[in-house]
């Protein structure tokens, strides 16, 4: 149990629509970071937030945005979806400042689009 | 630019088998390298870190030694159990890169009775 918890667990689009995915940081933890997992993918580096900015972004087009809430929750919003976003989008919180890099990582939303 | 490497799977042992999954990597500077797990139908987890070379990681009879002149931060256990079935993820971070994290394949193993 890592205090992460993602919103929806499962999740089915149609090409072109517009979908928000949810994310709950562990208790304490300022910072957090979205990647995509392909199916028989590593995780790929969408972007981070730390106290509600953007603060690092992979290599995605726009329509990928976030958002960061005063109570470190986050959001993932992706427009215009295509069939190759498709994915496991999995969401990382973790506290900047510790000097540390661990990340504890929710168990993620599932995006299928068609 | 920064990448890791690891060895296509799946891997398929006995229990009790000795483990090697490999792993190396591409960085600028002086890099951290994790393993993580991904248990079936569960999110990531972090088995073990290194910061600098020469550092060994270890978590549960898992362990990883970065080894900066072979660029390499290979995966063992001594022993597997059933329970070790899992999706293995090498990566690393750049100190200051925003703690994003560059990511192996994975490496699935399936450990039979």
């Known amino acids: 149990e890592t205090g992460v918890t993602q919103s929806p667990t499962h999740l089915i689009k149609t090409r072109g629509q517009q979908v928000t995915l949810r994310c709950s940081s562990q208790?304490?933890?300022?910072?957090v970071s979205w990647y995509q997992q392909a199916l028989g993918q590593g995780p790929q580096f969408i972007f981070q937030?730390?106290?509600?900015?953007?603060?690092g972004r992979g290599n995605f087009p726009p329509r990928f945005s976030g958002l960061q809430f005063p109570n470190y929750s986050s959001e993932l919003n992706v427009n215009a979806l295509e069939l190759d976003d498709s994915a496991l989008y999995l969401c990382a919180s973790s506290y900047t400042g510790e000097g540390t890099e661990k990340l504890f990582f929710g168990s993620g939303t599932q995006l299928s689009v068609l | 630019g920064n990448s890791v490497t690891q060895m296509e799977g799946p891997v398929t042992l006995s229990e009790e088998a000795f483990l090697t999954i490999n792993c190396t990597y591409t960085?600028?500077?002086?890099?951290?390298l994790f393993w993580y797990v991904q248990y079936p139908g569960e999110g990531l987890q972090l088995l073990l870190k290194?910061?600098?070379a020469d550092d060994k990681g270890s978590n549960k009879g898992f362990e990883a030694t970065y080894r900066k002149e072979t660029t390499s931060f290979h995966l063992e256990k001594g022993s597997v159990q059933v329970s070790d079935s899992a999706v293995y993820f090498c990566a690393l971070t750049n100190a200051g890169n925003n703690r994003k994290l560059i990511w192996g394949l994975g490496t699935s193993l399936a450990v039979n009775p």
């Open positions: 208790s304490g933890h300022n910072t």
């Open positions: 290194a910061t600098k």
């Open positions: 960085a600028t500077g002086y890099p951290s």
């Open positions: 937030y730390y106290r509600e900015e953007e603060n």
